[in-house]
């Protein structure tokens, strides 16, 4: 095949000169990927050489491999040959380390002049050997060698990565300790290539990073752009294909988020092929050092009154019977349990003394600074860090957000509106701080009627209420939808009631909202309202059936005997839905494809990987009120 190959080459005019091209023997232990990056070129320009290395990768075996455009020019390198000994006798109070500098030697080359060090103390009198050395400076030529760069501003790692034509993954390996989100005048290694090799950067285009199996039509769909206008973009495109992991331009319009509410729901359990134990971390301040465990009296007071206590325990108690859950599925479990005690010092000590870098995943922290001290650390053996309790403002590529963001919750109601919209009549009201709001939902539907929150006219401040008469005319005989976009109690309380007024036989109103806060929970909340106008909302998790057959719920109840808590049922499902996904794959990123949603007793989940960092959760729920009941809306 490798004969053909070289034929077809030299038969095109490829010119397969040793100047462009080296050969090399493979060698026992090595990989397609370490070969690649021996020689800083990537896995697919060596098997787009050598073909048969998909299915014949055998030591002894000669690849023949691309020069790298990295500079090869000649450097100075200094060696030592040894040229004999001289006499030292130890003097009181000196030590290894003081010898060693007199000397200008390494304290190891004193130990192999002088066997017995390795196992006796130095000491005054003992006479040693100090090794002498002459150093010779010889021109010779690096390969693979890297030069510093400085980031420019509004440059991320994927405008870098993209400017010195390498993968995100490859920016990363030279630099481990980069930050998610580069600053101007940060500096980082890159490949040395000529200047006139680098990628002009535009500041009109974005760059994206293709993922594993991403073809062109996954592309479409995130991006909007067809195969013809990325390669229009991206002319490499057209020779050599997508490849995971290169950078594309793109469009600084175009949007990096994929349909939030057209994948349908996968069943991992019948997906099951790797069944090795799963090693799990779990992070969560339960502050036991607070805590008498000896008092069982005291114990249950501070359960009773120290809410963060109670959102831990009852999270840990979903995380335990998830475990249990898997395990009648064949899945085991190593899992092993850290108290964060709520402060960064005692991360810090977690992590020194554990070695992370064979976890499949760790849960938590839920502290802000504690859980970025663990990714941070944890990046670089890309361990897949769960944010299950928070929102982490740093996402590095190790992250896995559980909670979707506030706008995909705004996108997924407006795209259930709109889906409606046609047959129904649109009005906005809001109070004064939700005008940008009001303004958006009316470019999103130009058609609605805005109404806003009247003024105090004497100080000029938000009243914080609506007149009658600025209702009058505007429900007719048929469906209406009615956003109401406010953050205050006594606002939220007028405009339920008068909305409530307005129902009946002939006047269908549906109350929605783009962010259910305090404000539709407060004392004067009538739920009879809320579920007469059918109110309508985004959210992160919906309440369990009490009406269906739910194993965890009937296992928690013969448990404990009341409900499951949210927390309970969260942590419930963040757990078994990781060691699923680990069950089906090598490990959780080739899992957490952008087409796999799963849902579980309240939640769901399906990740789409971030344009500036790790993954984020866009599975979301549009919920309703339902004859007192909040249900998921059809």
Known sequence: MKKLLTVILITLGLNLSAQNYIEHKIKEGETIESIAKKYLVTPFDILALNPDAKTDFQPNTVL???????????????????????????????????????????????KKANRFLYSENLKKGDNIKIPRYKTFISKVSLKNTVKKYKVQPKEGKWRVAYKFGITVEELEALNPNMKPILQPGDELNVP??????????????????????????????????????????????????????????????????????DVETTNLESRIKNHKVKKLALMLPYRLHRIDVDSVEEAK???????????????????????????????????????????????????????????????????????????????????????????????????????????????????????DSLRSKLVVIADQSHKATSEMLKREFPNAVQIYSQKSKKTGKDAHFIYPNQLENVFQSRKTIVFLETDNDSFASSVISMLNSKVNEN?????????????????????????????????????????????????????????????????????????????????????????????????????????????????????KYDNLRIVEAN
Do not use: W
């Not at 190593?334 to 020194?352: A, G, H, M, N, Y």
């Not at 990714?375 to 982490?392: F, Y």
């Open 301 to 419: 007071e501070e359960i009773k009154n120290n809410k963060l206590l109670s959102v831990v325990l009852d999270f840990h108690v979903g995380v335990r019977m998830a475990l249990d859950s898997a395990k009648q599925l064949g899945i085991s479990t190593d899992l092993k349990v850290f108290d964060t005690e709520r402060q960064p010092s005692t991360v810090s000590k977690i992590l020194s003394d554990n070695d992370f870098s064979d976890y499949d995943a760790v849960i938590g922290p839920m502290e802000e600074v504690c859980f970025d001290r663990v990714a941070s650390s944890l990046k670089r053996d890309r361990v897949p860090v769960i944010a299950a309790l928070n929102n982490p403002k740093e996402v590095y590529a190790n992250v896995f957000k559980t909670i979707p963001e506030d706008k995909l919750l705004q996108k997924a109601m407006i795209d259930f509106v709109k889906a």
């Open 507 to 623: 006047n269908e109103i549906i109350l929605v909202t783009l962010d259910k806060n305090k404000a539709f929970e407060g004392k004067n909340i009538d739920n009879n309202n809320l579920s007469n106008l059918k109110f309508h909302y985004p959210s992160v998790h919906k309440d369990f059936d009490e009406y269906k057959s739910n194993g965890f719920v009937k296992a928690y109840k013969r448990e404990f005997g009341v409900s499951p808590s949210k927390y309970a049922a969260r942590g419930f499902d963040v757990t078994l839905d990781i060691l699923l996904r680990l069950a089906t794959e090598d490990n959780l990123y080739e899992a957490s494809d952008e087409l796999i949603e799963t849902e579980y007793v309240e939640n769901k989940f399906r990740y789409n990987k971030s344009l500036f960092g790790g993954y984020v959760n866009e599975a979301v729920y549009i919920v």
């Open 192 to 261: 040395n290539i000529e200047d006139k090799d680098e990628k002009a950067i535009e500041s009109e285009y974005d760059y994206y990073e293709v993922l594993p199996k991403e073809g062109f039509y996954r592309l479409k769909i995130k991006t909007g752009l067809t195969q013809e206008e990325l390669e229009d973009l991206n002319p490499e495109l057209k020779e050599s294909g997508l490849k995971a992991g290169m950078v594309l331009k793109i469009p600084a319009s175009a949007e990096t988020t994929s349909s939030l509410l």
């Open 64 to 110: 023949i491999i691309p020069n790298s455009k990295i500079k090869n020019d000649p450097v100075n390198e200094e060696s030592k040959e040894l040229i004999g000994y001289k006499n030292h006798k130890v003097k009181r109070k000196e030590t290894l380390y003081g010898i060693s500098k007199k000397y200008g030697v390494s304290e190891d080359e004193i």
